[in-house]
């Protein structure tokens, strides 16, 4: 096997742990509500909880890559990741539950994007739309027999397990890094920025945290936190202009590309990071599925991705980035809004088939979005192209979760007793954010990212 294929999917090994963990959870995430004495509602803290360490924590690990050489806090990441995830299953209250799962999102902080740091470095750039499709192919394994496992493991067992079976998949992954994987060390390092990391982490912590709060805290609580995050995020930005090595490089944004897959691109990623939690959960508490159930539905999703992964390159080399963004953004989007016309009674294959295409177009549609990302930016860019991508678009899973749990709250008849109906208000409003998008993708010329896409250049 080729050096450049094997590459990919050994980095993969560290999104299946990711994947197989955070879908067969979301699965499991009433009956784990159940045996802590919780309202499903408030577990949801359980998953933001771990995209927002990883979103806090991200910026460091570009600099610690580069400091230190990527494959060596590749590889130390993943065991933590895996000590982190046996612990999560001794968690006995919600308190150390929501604490484990942000060690989790720590080290997952460093294992994610290092893995693709190590990805773009050591791949062309005529190369790379394949490379990232195949390191996402394995990947697509934890979302489909995660939601499955999940259900089956808690229904038959305990939830506990659930974070027990990344233990071999963390241990094969540390081995194949360190057998088949370069060391990639940076010259000229430049200081750690202490404090744009204590701003930017506390920031962009305290503005989803108030979101979350809002829902559970009463007074001004929840808005004072929000305007002290907001606060932090725009001294940020005037830090971030004054020093020379920033630790977010926020002139990344005037790469017309680049900015494309940050902003718009961001507001499609919180829209589709609503429905892991969403479906699940109307699912179960809605529905009155069973988890294994629930699992079948929810897993139809990451088959219909698994397809598409294969031929993406060829979808982008037949139409370019610029169609497939607008267009494929517009298809992902109404298959995501269908979903509020789920009822009780909907037979279950339609809804299978509904999320099976959906999860098509999604796949397309974030294949496309990672590739594009890179279309401009020079190499030396790398890491801080990488670290910004990640740390987007885990703030923007972070939102959506967060964006729809207020929408169950608001429309549900006690706040905690969730009904079809409040679901469906959800499922027509994330349909709606990631419909946005396509108009910002409108703008971009016909040639834009052509060589990634393997076409002519032409504008």
């Not at 959870?25 to 309202?39: K, M, Y």
């Not at 974070?163 to 194949?176: A, K, M, R």
């Not at 979005?369 to 703030?395: C, E, G, H, P």
Request: charged share 10%; proline share 6%; with cysteine.
């Amino acid at each position: 096997m080729q050096p450049r294929v094997l590459v990919p999917l050994i980095i993969s090994s560290s999104l299946l742990m990711q994947n197989l963990d955070s879908t067969a959870l979301v699965t499991a995430l009433p009956l784990i509500a159940q045996s802590l004495g919780e309202p499903p509602l408030r577990l949801h803290m359980a998953i933001t909880a771990y995209m927002l360490a990883f979103a806090a924590f991200l910026p460091l690990s570009g600099w610690l890559a580069d400091r230190f050489g990527a494959r060596k806090i590749f590889r130390l990441s993943m065991l933590l990741f895996t000590v982190a995830s046996i612990l999560c299953g001794f968690a006995q209250t919600y308190e150390q539950r929501v604490g484990l799962r942000m060690a989790q999102g720590l080290s997952g902080a460093m294992m994610v994007p290092v893995g693709r740091i190590i990805l773009v470095r050591s791949i062309p750039k005529a190369e790379l739309v394949g490379a990232i499709a195949l390191m996402g192919m394995p990947s697509i394994i934890g979302p489909v027999i995660g939601p499955l496992l999940g259900g089956f493991i808690a229904s038959t067992w305990s939830w506990r397990w659930i974070f027990w079976i990344n233990v071999p998949i963390g241990l094969i992954g540390v081995f194949l890094v360190s057998r088949y994987i370069d060391e990639l060390i940076e010259d000229n390092v430049p200081p750690f920025d202490w404090t744009g990391f204590i701003l930017l982490g506390f920031g962009l912590g305290a503005v989803v945290l108030a979101l979350e709060a809002w829902m559970h805290w009463s007074g001004m609580a929840p808005a004072v936190l929000f305007a002290a995050g907001m606060g932090a995020l725009i001294a940020y930005y005037f830090h971030s202009r004054a020093v020379t090595a920033p630790i977010l490089d926020l002139t990344l944004i005037r790469i017309r590309t680049f900015r494309a897959t940050m902003l718009p691109g961001t507001l499609f990623r919180i829209g589709v990071g609503a429905n892991p939690f969403l479906l699940p959960m109307m699912l179960q508490t809605g529905f009155g599925y069973s988890p294994v159930q629930s699992g079948i539905v929810t897993c139809a999703s990451a088959i219909g991705a698994f397809g598409m992964r294969a031929i993406a390159k060829r979808v982008l080399r037949a139409f370019g980035f610029r169609n497939v963004l607008v267009w494929n953004g517009l298809i992902a989007a109404a298959f995501l809004a269908i979903c509020a016309l789920f009822r009780p009674q909907t037979p279950q294959i339609i809804m299978i088939a509904v999320v099976m295409c959906g999860g098509v177009f999604r796949s397309l549609q974030f294949t496309s979005l990672n590739a594009f990302a890179y279309a401009d930016v020079a190499d030396k860019q790398m890491s801080q192209a990488t670290t910004f991508q990640q740390m987007a678009q885990r703030l923007a899973m972070s939102l959506g979760i967060a964006f729809a749990a207020v929408i169950l709250h608001l429309f549900s008849p006690s706040g905690d007793q969730l009904t079809p109906e409040a679901f469906a208000i959800a499922y027509a409003a994330i349909g709606v954010i990631c419909a946005l998008p396509s108009l910002a993708f409108l703008r971009l010329y016909p040639g834009d990212g052509a060589l990634l896409a393997g076409r002519p250049e032409k504008h």
